[in-house]
């Protein structure tokens, strides 16, 4: 799902580095009858351009968020035909390809993190901006929200969530705090957990880095969406899925999702024999070959017209051969 993106002039989402994308994905759709896998597919920005630009392209869309399927759906009922919309986690890649019929596909496109529908729907309690119910799940369906978490988590457990998750200095100090008020009066709203929040960080750390609820937030909503865990199981299947020639881009927003995305490609692109074997056998040779120089950051002028890509960060695959 796109977790940046701003509303174009007409209302219409566009999604973060779009033009980068598809570059990066056309030279694996030039092969016949292209298969690609949207694993996040959100509104269906990137997903429409792809759509549009490849006449052959058949599509499958996954997301976990029946409100952004349905959005999705209506956006690209003109190619209704090539297009399958699944409601799942990207983790279930594999069964989903199963299900399909498809043992390989040409490309996969991951835009992670929260969507611009669900950060501006207040109601569905990812901001901190205004007061709604504490839930942040982006399947509201099942499964337990944000209040849950913080009214029922201990304090150590509740510590190591907003430390891990969140990279929050004071975890321990704000875990203390929501344990010590909950006790009185349970959270049940975004307005109260972000003022204690506020109040529970030193004065002198609130001058800086943005509001100082953000990072207890990102960690209670990756959390409850288990969207680490999701991404470490998701992208090994996804470059698994790729035929030769293949390729994969993945969008991410914030440090914790870029280092699991930088690490796995990196094994992949990198030889797995000793480094002073004479001749290097052709199982160890690397079977990923990076596209991206490091991590890739939105234009100066993308910037400019959409604060919310600041965080963005790309890099991209390309399968170069079977894995041993």
């Known amino acids: 799902m796109s977790a940046t993106g ?9 999604p973060v580095m779009l033009e980068r994308c598809l ?15 949207d694993a ?19 599509l ?11 959005s ?53 309690g990812f901001t901190y901006s205004a007061d709604a119910p504490l839930d942040m799940r982006m399947d509201q369906g099942g499964g337990p929200s944000a209040a849950e978490v913080v009214n029922t988590y201990p304090a150590g457990e509740l510590a190591r969530v907003l430390r891990e998750y969140g990279e929050e200095r ?3 100090r704000i875990a203390a705090r ?29 001058r800086s880095g943005g509001h100082p609820a953000k990072r207890t937030f990102q960690a209670l909503r990756i959390e409850v969406n288990g969207e680490l865990r999701a991404l470490r199981e998701a992208l090994p299947a996804a470059l698994a899925a790729l035929g030769v020639g293949g390729r994969v881009v993945v969008l991410s927003y914030h440090s914790l999702e870029d280092r699991i995305v930088k690490q796995t490609l990196a094994a992949g692109a990198s030889s797995s024999a000793p480094p002073d074997l004479p001749v290097l056998p052709e199982q160890s040779r690397p079977w990923l070959r990076l596209l991206t120089r490091g991590a890739e950051r939105p234009s100066a002028a993308e910037l400019a017209d959409n604060p919310r890509a600041a965080s963005a960060r790309l890099r991209a695959a390309e399968r170069v051969r079977e894995a041993a």
Request: hydrophobic share 50%; aromatic share 4%; with cysteine.
């Open 170 to 172: 004071f975890a321990a």
């Open 72 to 124: 999705c759906g209506a956006r690209l009922a003109s190619y209704a035909s090539r297009v399958s919309l699944v409601h799942a986690v990207y983790d279930e890649l594999p069964a989903v390809l199963a299900e399909l019929g498809l043992a390989r596909v040409h490309g996969v496109l991951f835009d992670l993190g929260v969507s611009s529908m669900q950060l501006d729907n207040a109601e569905r």
């Open 60 to 70: 499958v869309g996954l997301d976990r968020d029946p409100e952004a399927l349905r």
């Open 6 to 14: 701003r509303q174009a002039r007409a209302g219409e989402h566009v």
């Open 178 to 206: 929501i344990v010590k008020e909950r006790t009185h009066e349970p959270f049940t709203g975004t307005a109260r957990l972000a003022e204690l929040v506020r109040e529970a960080i030193p004065a002198a750390a609130r």
């Open 40 to 58: 996040t597919v959100g509104l269906g920005g990137h997903s429409e351009a792809l759509l549009a630009r490849h006449s052959e392209l058949r």
């Open 23 to 37: 570059a990066l994905l056309a030279p694996a759709l030039a092969a016949p009858a292209p298969v690609v896998v």
